[in-house]
């Protein structure tokens, strides 16, 4: 990311308060630091504006920089996020190679379309550090648990296509990205399963979203148990967005040959991500014999041990150094890690043993 020289005021008080100008800051990995330490105890506001950054909706002109009993004074400056891009087998942007955080957020464009407010669980991921959602478009069992109906295009009319580009509008707004499943349930709603229904619904998804840099679209999930297969599905060209045929399954290789990138689901167990799987999968080499016939390409680890607030076996850990570990790897072996979690499955907030998870993720290292 590039430095931005920025204008800041802050008040010292409420926004109809005085403003205090305090200069020009240096703003580096979209971490701000506080300019005035007196500000910690008025509960700042900061008021930026610089073309490409996105206005905080918590407060008219800005937002605040600390809660009062916050003790590290620092806050995130949201900005739209640029368009990705593949070269040398990464992720990368205008501003350079990426690793992306993902986070599971099945249900997120299902809130939308029934009306919900969805802005708090945006704001809560971006003020953990991650920076993507993952999406579904279709799901049964899911939706049903809440007592909802079917999640499906149809299920909304007209109004479904509108909430998946708004939903993607307020992702950007909050410097989040969309990771858009389209494939997830497909042998379980009535007529899902027909192939050129499922191409409709990728080119439908990729043509919604065309004009937006922050989303990038996956065939569908763990395709030999959801009724579809991603090797006869094809990506709609000209769009500038990046497709992936999706997962296999648990420890199984993912469809050939890749797209754009490449999905692994690790095993649900103790272990972390697999780093050779990892590695053979970003160096092309997927089928393990050291060919490396498809060329260096992302991989991305899509769903790995999930979090919860009670532990089950082969499915959730409540261990945040687990959650640590499974960062730290999926960065050294790959390019970009999903925090898999029963609260993200229902795009719900987190309670506090999955908070501590989520944070250990973010905040890992290699």
């Not at 989303?215 to 090797?231: A, T």
């Not at 570990?325 to 029963?342: G, K, L, N, P, Q």
Request: proline share 8%; glycine share 8%.
């Amino acid at each position: 990311m590039p430095d931005y020289n920025l204008n800041v005021h802050v008040h010292e008080g409420t926004n109809e308060g005085p403003q205090v100008e305090h200069g020009q800051l240096i703003v580096k990995r979209q971490v701000i630091p506080l300019v005035h330490g007196e500000a910690l105890y008025n509960r700042p506001v900061i008021a930026t504006r610089v073309p490409g950054f996105a206005d905080y909706d918590s407060a008219p002109d800005g937002y605040y920089l600390t809660d009062p009993n916050t003790p590290t004074p620092i806050a995130q400056q949201r900005r739209v996020p640029p368009r990705l891009r593949i070269e040398g087998g990464r992720f990368v942007t205008d501003e350079g190679p990426l690793f992306i955080l993902t986070r599971t957020d099945f249900l997120l464009v299902n809130r939308v379309a029934r009306g919900e407010d969805v802005t708090p669980n945006l704001r809560y991921w971006f003020d953990l550090g991650f920076e993507e959602a993952r999406v579904l478009v279709f799901a049964k069992n899911i939706p049903e648990q809440l007592g909802w109906p079917v999640l499906r295009p149809e299920a909304f009319g007209s109004e479904f296509w509108p909430a998946l580009k708004h939903t993607a509008e307020l992702a950007a707004a909050h410097s989040q990205r969309l990771k858009i499943c389209v494939c997830a349930d497909m042998q379980l709603i009535d007529g899902a399963r027909d192939l050129g229904y499922q191409q409709d619904m990728v080119y439908r998804v990729a043509d919604t979203v065309k004009d937006l840099t922050n989303c990038r679209i996956q065939f569908g999930n763990q395709w030999i148990k959801n009724g579809f297969d991603p090797r006869l599905l094809q990506k709609l060209e000209g769009t500038g967005l990046l497709f992936s045929r999706g997962s296999t399954a648990e420890r199984w290789e993912p469809p050939t040959p890749p797209l754009d990138w490449s999905d692994w689901d690790a095993g649900r167990n103790t272990k972390f991500t697999d780093s050779e799987s990892l590695l053979n999968i970003a160096t092309g080499n997927i089928h393990g014999d050291h060919r490396r016939e498809y060329g260096a390409h992302p991989c991305d680890s899509n769903e790995p041990m999930g979090f919860a607030e009670e532990p089950r076996p082969f499915s959730r850990s409540t261990d945040p150094n687990l959650a640590r570990a499974i960062r730290a790897e999926a960065e050294a072996f790959a390019d970009a890690v999903c925090f898999h979690s029963t609260a993200g499955v229902y795009s719900q907030i987190p309670g506090p043993i999955t908070e501590r998870c989520a944070r250990n993720f973010a905040e890992a290292r290699p």
